[in-house]
Each structure stands twice: as structure tokens, then as C-alpha cells.
């Protein structure tokens, strides 16, 4: 016989995303079940296409045709410059200050990281999430939260018509379902185990009380009637005849 390979779920995310917790959670209640965890940074689609992953955590919006998506949580915009910019006396940045400053476009500087070494250099300021400000930051900038300005959206994403056990596993540890949750497939198996466990012996239990009705019945239709009532008591004894007194 072929030897089984073992599972395995592989799961992908943008830059940012720190998965350890999920995976750390996954890990301790699936130790039969590899978990790959890939950084990815394409588009969602192509990702969970080509790449075979079984879910990515993405950046909103993304385009959502053939995809299930969960939006997870929100992440703080912030201004990151260098730490001579009179921006980064503020502890939190009024939107009127960022609008007067000349602002870097991400797109145009080749990605987050390189956005943040022109910031540091001077050239103007970059608007990014929290989570890349600090995974890019570097000695010479700063960053500083911007309040009135909304923050970007952490979801994550799977092919619509993936319903592997595994996936929906993984998507409830992320979305914070306990292991008991009735909703987790492995919370789910044990009951049903155990729902046809319980099934099997009423079953039996039941054949039995058939069983012994019948072999009853057989047992009165022999010689010994089953209709007989038992004797109420003990029977009376006759008293000896007594002696016939003589006529004076």
C-alpha cells in the first residue's frame, strides 16, 4: 500500500502580519498537522492561486471575486519622517500639519521600505501602518500617529469552494474560537462520536428488553401454566376429631 503523506496547511501573509500567535495556537492543537507559514506580498488571488496557499492574511481592500474574506483588525495610520522634521515634536500629528508637508507616495518609491529611507533622508514624509513603519523603521526617522486619518484593515482570505476541515480549523483559531467552540470541525467530531456511541447502545439496550419479552414468553407456554396465580398463605390444618362426651 502507497504511504500516506502526512497534512499539511499552508498559509501566507503580507508584510506586517505577525501569524506566531495563530500558528502557536495551531501547533499545540493540531501537532499531526504541519503548518506552513510563507510572507507574500502579490495580490490575494493570484497568491491563493499559484502559490497554493489554503488562506492569506491581506491588506484591504482587495479584489474579493472567488474569495471569502474576514476583515480581523485595524491598524493605526502613522507619519514616519526624519528626526530632524518639525513633525516629530508632536506626539500625535494634526492632520493640518501632515497636508501642509510634503508627503512621499509609497507606489512611487518602490514599496514601504524604500518610502521610509527617503522619509529618513529628508526628502518628505510617508504615510503607513503601524506595523510597517515599525518592521522598516530605522535609526535615523521617526513615526508618529495621525488620529484623524483612518487606519487599513487586516483580513484573511481563502478560495470560495475551500471547505477542507483544516481551513475552517484555522480560520477559527483566528478568529478567537476556542477549542470547545461547537462550531470548530474538531469540537464537532467528538460529538458526533460520541452522539453515535451513545445511539449504539440505546439500540442494544433496547434489543435486549425485545429479547428477553420473547424468551418469557416461551417459557409460559411450556408445561407449567404462566396464568397461575401463587397460593395466598398456608393452608389451614384440620383439627383431630375430639372425643364425644357420654350422657349421664
Not at 515634536?89 to 508637508?101: G, I, R, S
Not at 529618513?120 to 503607513?128: D, M, N, P, Q
Not at 483612518?150 to 476541515?165: D, F, K, R
Request: proline share 8%; charged share 25%; glycine share 12%.
Amino acid at each position: 500500500m502507497p504511504e500516506l503523506q502526512p497534512r499539511s496547511l499552508s498559509v501566507g501573509f503580507v508584510a506586517g502580519v505577525t501569524p506566531g500567535k495563530w500558528a502557536a495556537r495551531w501547533r499545540k492543537r493540531h501537532p499531526g498537522v504541519e503548518l506552513e507559514l510563507h510572507p507574500h506580498d502579490d495580490d490575494a488571488l493570484p497568491a491563493l492561486q499559484a502559490a497554493g496557499f489554503d488562506a492569506l492574511f491581506v491588506r484591504l481592500p482587495i479584489g474579493r471575486q472567488g474569495l471569502h474574506v474576514i476583515p480581523l483588525y485595524e491598524e493605526q495610520a502613522v507619519v514616519v519622517m526624519s528626526r530632524e522634521n518639525e513633525l516629530s515634536l508632536y506626539e500625535e500629528v494634526p492632520l493640518a500639519e501632515l497636508e501642509a508637508a510634503h508627503r512621499l507616495s509609497v507606489e512611487e518609491c518602490g514599496g514601504p521600505k524604500t518610502a521610509v529611507e527617503v522619509a529618513a533622508s529628508g526628502a518628505g514624509v510617508v504615510v503607513l501602518p503601524m506595523s510597517l513603519a515599525r518592521l522598516y523603521m530605522r535609526r535615523d526617522a521617526v513615526h508618529r500617529p495621525v488620529p484623524e486619518l483612518p487606519g487599513t484593515v487586516i483580513g484573511i482570505a481563502w478560495l470560495e469552494g475551500n471547505g477542507s476541515p483544516d481551513v475552517e480549523e484555522f480560520i477559527g483559531i483566528v478568529r478567537g474560537r476556542t477549542e470547545r467552540s461547537s462550531r470548530q470541525p474538531s469540537a464537532q467530531e467528538p460529538a458526533d462520536a460520541k452522539r453515535s456511541a451513545s445511539q449504539k447502545a440505546a439500540a442494544k439496550k433496547a434489543g435486549s428488553r425485545e429479547a428477553g419479552g420473547r424468551n418469557a414468553g416461551s417459557k409460559g407456554s411450556g408445561g407449567k401454566s404462566s396464568g397461575a396465580k401463587p397460593i395466598q398463605g398456608k393452608p389451614k390444618k384440620a383439627s383431630p376429631p375430639g372425643r364425644r362426651g357420654r350422657r349421664r
